[in-house]
């Protein structure tokens, strides 16, 4: 068994806050102070190329004991590209720290034998449970706490990616100012509405094939400060839980199982069930089909995007 080098670090996984994070230690530990930027340079897969890769963790420091080379989004790099990062892992320049930052794991399932050569971190999204303790942790290490509801209605606003939420968690410190606990309304009038909330009315609206609330709703959002865009995303974000939902129930799981599987908000749990029963997985996967042809339409304008968020609004409603 070859000892892991710490010439090469893997980290992978979607949870981008850790991820800096660990750069960030990476960093501090590795380069010298008076190297600036000299030592450092961050490539990305989408507009590098394996040569550039091994050609930068080549160049000798030029202050710093190491040189630190990061390779964000490396799961886009084609598969011949992947092929020589991996023999360069094998045998690196061990006066180059190389970290390759990936979503998933598809360099180690090409070539599982790097495991042996470089060390493996994984940044997996922090569970439910895992995501309420960090965001009480993060507040309490500035003398604050937060109420249950904010707690949902924050991790509903933000989904479980860290780096939006310590965002947002430090803006509500300043918007709460010397107050300590962080209430529901604290967040809804700081971030808004939260999207479960919004996709809620939306889709009651739908459900009762009420086109004019629809369209008025996507309005408020619009004048929030929402993109047609988003409203688009968060509509799909809930039919895809909806659907995933009501595929649960039919292969026999409990509402509440199903609840704690999808992060359910206790407050909407009833309201997000009755949408759940109130729809067919047929007409579920329309609506998708729907929203699908829509964020096409918005990324590749033919129309004004408002445009096409009302006749995809429209649609649903029929």
């Not at 989408?46 to 930068?56: H, K, L, M, Q």
């Not at 090409?110 to 439910?128: C, K, N, Q, T």
């Not at 507040?139 to 924050?154: F, N, R, V």
Request: proline share 3%.
């Amino acid at each position: 068994m070859v000892t892991p080098s710490p010439s090469v670090f893997l980290f992978i996984g979607k949870e981008k806050y850790l991820k800096e994070r660990a750069i960030n230690e990476l960093r501090s530990r590795s380069l010298d102070s008076s190297s600036g930027e000299l030592d450092y340079k961050v490539l990305h897969g989408s507009d590098t190329s394996a040569d550039e890769i091994i050609n930068s963790s080549r160049i000798m420091p030029f202050f710093s004991s190491k040189r630190l080379i990061v390779v964000k989004d490396f799961d886009k790099l084609s598969k011949e590209d992947t092929l020589k990062v991996a023999a360069y892992i094998k045998n690196p320049n061990q006066h180059t720290c190389l970290i390759i930052d990936s979503d998933d794991a598809s360099i180690l399932k090409d070539e599982p034998s790097i495991a042996g050569y470089a060390r493996v971190m994984r940044f997996a999204p922090l569970s439910d449970n895992e995501l309420s303790d960090w965001i009480k942790k993060y507040l309490s290490m500035q003398g604050k706490t937060i109420e249950d509801d904010a707690l949902d209605i924050l991790k509903e606003s933000n989904g479980a990616q860290i780096l939006n939420l310590s965002r947002e968690l430090d803006k509500l410190m300043t918007f709460i100012g010397k107050r300590k606990s962080v209430t529901g309304d604290d967040v809804e009038n700081l971030v808004g509405k939260s999207v479960a909330a919004s996709a809620f009315d939306i889709a009651s609206a739908i459900g009762d094939r009420n086109v004019s609330k629809a369209i008025s709703i996507a309005n408020e959002l619009t004048l929030s400060g929402k993109k047609p865009y988003e409203i688009v995303g968060i509509l799909s974000w809930f039919f895809k839980r909806v659907l995933k939902a009501k595929l649960l129930l039919d292969a026999g799981d409990t509402e509440f199982s199903v609840g704690q599987k999808l992060r359910i908000n206790r407050r909407s749990a009833e309201e997000f069930f009755t949408h759940v029963h109130s729809f067919s997985a047929q007409g579920l996967e329309s609506k998708m089909k729907v929203l699908l042809d829509a964020d096409l339409g918005i990324k590749r304008p033919r129309y004004r995007a408002s445009l096409i968020l009302e006749f995809a609004i429209i649609r649903l409603c029929f």
